[in-house]
């Protein structure tokens, strides 16, 4: 079963007056009041009367959405909490509304033992104000040879198996994972990369790499290995999960594999929905990621992906890196951009408000789709439900970056440009794990 950790904390009693409650699962779009009490969702109605010790947070012209699900962050724990930790990684997420979040085991070392998984949980039991949850490595050190104990590891509540940062190159590998995983209920979660063809890649293979000179990472390297292991996971009958695609081509794949009932599930992440390789033109080691940004014709695909249901995730690839590891040639630059504070405000901005996705794939995308994909409860806005929520403020813009970052690292992909929603307050496990009520302006609307 996989294990969440949270720092304990006081439960919060808060009566949230007055916001427009939207949870899409739930079918719940009303404007009424919501009580949390004892951990909970105790109430949802009309002029709910505080009971004694409740604060009241006044909220008419917010808007309350059950807490947001991450499956795909790297908190650098163990081993690189000069990039990033339980305590900062996991602030950043409450500010963004998350109230749970999978770090991933790219670590130092790779999380590949139960010893690492249980010393990574036990920090973040100590340290997280969001519930945190850990995937176990795929192959002993990352290295591609060996598997883990995945028995062992899911015992001790790893929320699944990952080599992210690297694929899993052998095939033979893939296909033994998978008849291991299946068994224990867990996904494995890909980076879908044949190693061959991006040696030397540094920005997506095309008019702009050509025209700067660097060196080009084909889309098809993504593909062909989503190819393979649909495939693989259609002969096992065993459940993948595809981290952050990022061309047109691969999101066909999926969707062809779905109509055939293969299980898998597949994430989108904001900077590939909202940026394209034409950006890197600036050369900012900020708009270096793995995979690459690509076309606009890959960027329409990803949206149209999460319209069709091929993609069902909204994941940040939340990946922290020092300025010394940023500040350098593009070339020798880090890949990974951070994303959490971000993710939802510039989506709304970018996406929601010129109509090219409706909020409720939006919300399901980061709420229901990665808790289904990882067997996780789903953050609700119902009665008797943890209390997992936070109060939104969609319609105030700011921009990003301009007050600093809840995180230890500042290799956001965003800043500059203008978001749309500020989080003021997020319940995680019932307690409160962020708090900052911008209050807009007079007459502004
Ligand atoms: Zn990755
Ligand atoms: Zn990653």
């Known amino acids: ?45 009309d002029a709910i ?33 000069y990039k990033e930790d339980c ?19 790219n670590t130092d070392p790779a999380i590949d033992t139960g010893a690492t998984l249980e010393a990574a949980l036990e920090r973040a039991a100590a340290d997280a104000v969001v519930q945190v949850g850990f995937l176990a ?35 033979r590998l893939m296909r033994r994972a998978l008849q291991y995983a299946r068994p224990l209920g867990l996904p494995l979660a890909l980076h879908e990369e044949e190693p061959s063809l991006t040696k030397g890649g540094h920005m997506h293979e095309g008019a702009v790499s050509a025209a700067l000179g660097i060196g080009g ?36 794949e999926v969707a062809r594999a779905r109509e055939r009932g293969v299980r898998v599930s597949a994430e989108a992440t904001p900077h590939h929905l909202v940026l394209t390789d034409d950006v890197v033109r600036s050369l900012d080691a900020n708009y270096k990621m793995n995979p690459p940004l690509a076309t606009e014709d ?7 992906g999460l319209r069709s249901g091929a993609i ?38 970018e996406l929601v408000e010129p109509g090219h996705l409706p909020l409720d794939v939006v919300v399901r995308a980061m709420t229901e789709g990665p808790a289904a994909a990882f067997g996780l409860e789903r953050p609700a806005l119902r009665v008797g ?29 965003f800043t500059g440009m203008r978001m749309r929603g500020a989080c003021q307050l997020t319940v995680a496990g019932g307690i409160v794990a962020h708090e900052d009520r911008v209050e807009r302006p007079v007459g502004v609307a």
């Open 298 to 304: 890959d960027r329409r695909a990803l949206i149209e």
């Open 49 to 81: 009367l505080p009971g004694d010790g409740v604060r009241v947070v006044e909220a008419r012209g917010c808007t309350v959405l059950p807490g947001l699900v991450d499956p795909h962050v790297h908190l650098r724990v163990p081993g690189q909490e």
């Open 217 to 252: 990472w084909p889309g098809l390297a993504e593909t062909l290995m989503v190819a393979r292991d649909v495939r693989l996971a259609e002969l096992e009958q065993a459940h993948i999960h595809l981290q952050h695609l990022s061309v047109r081509a691969s999101v066909e």
């Open 1 to 45: 079963m996989t294990r969440l950790a949270l720092r304990p904390g006081d439960p919060a009693d808060l009566l949230i007056r007055g916001a427009r409650l939207f949870d899409p699962t739930e079918g719940l779009d009303v404007t009424a009041d919501l009580l949390v009490r004892g951990g909970e969702v105790a109430q949802i109605a």
């Open 385 to 413: 439900a943890p209390a997992n929520l936070a109060v939104w403020d969609l319609g105030l813009t700011w921009t990003a970056g301009e007050r600093g970052w809840a995180s230890r690292s500042a290799n956001s992909c």
């Open 312 to 349: 069902d995730c909204i994941a940040t690839d939340h990946a922290p890196h020092a300025i010394h590891e940023k500040e350098v040639p593009f070339e020798e630059a880090a890949f990974g951009v951070t994303g959490l504070e971000t993710a939802l405000p510039v989506i709304m901005e």
């Open 87 to 105: 305590a900062t990684g996991s602030a950043a997420a409450a500010r963004g509304g998350y109230t749970t979040i999978l770090s991933m085991p």
């Open 137 to 171: 490595a795929l192959s002993v050190g990352r290295a591609g040879e060996q598997l883990v104990e995945m028995r062992d590891l899911a015992e001790r509540g790893a929320a699944g198996f990952t080599d992210d940062g690297s694929p899993v190159p052998s095939a």
